[in-house]
Nanobody, 117 residues
Framework: QVQLVESGGGLVQPGGSLRLSCAVP????????VAWYRQAPGKGRELVAN??????HYADFVKGRFTIARDKDKGTVDLQMNNLKSEDTGVYFC????????????WGQGTQVTVSS
């Protein structure tokens, strides 16, 4: 069973920064497609950013503020979030695709991000 571990969530004031990390114990995420989603209270899950082998894509509402990137030393895919706004509050989920005869997507349990003064 593949498990994902997300970390880095917490409480931050508007304008602050957080860095989320997505890891799969025993696997270095050097080439796997990875995406970050979020779900705000009472709303559906939405895509925040995704990274294929070399190309990253961002939702319009985070462009210029968030960066998704691989940390090759840690073997993780991180989401650097700057200039956070109250509307960024929600549970952030990592999705990793792993190839084993076919591509299979795995989800983490989520990490809470709260932006509030």
């Amino acid at each position: 069973q593949v498990q994902l571990v997300e970390s880095g969530g917490g409480l931050v004031q508007p304008g602050g920064s957080l860095r989320l990390s997505c890891a799969v114990p025993g696997l270095s995420l050097t080439a796997n497609p990875v995406a970050w989603y979020r779900q705000a209270p009472g709303k559906g899950r939405e895509l925040v950013a995704n990274l294929d082998y070399v190309t990253s894509h961002y939702a319009d509402f985070v462009k210029g503020r968030f960066t998704i990137a691989r940390d090759k030393d840690k073997g993780t895919v991180d989401l650097q979030m700057n200039n956070l706004k109250s509307e960024d509050t929600g549970v952030y989920f990592c999705k990793v695709e792993i190839f084993a005869n076919k591509w299979v997507a795995y989800w983490g349990q989520g990490t809470q991000v709260t932006v509030s003064s």
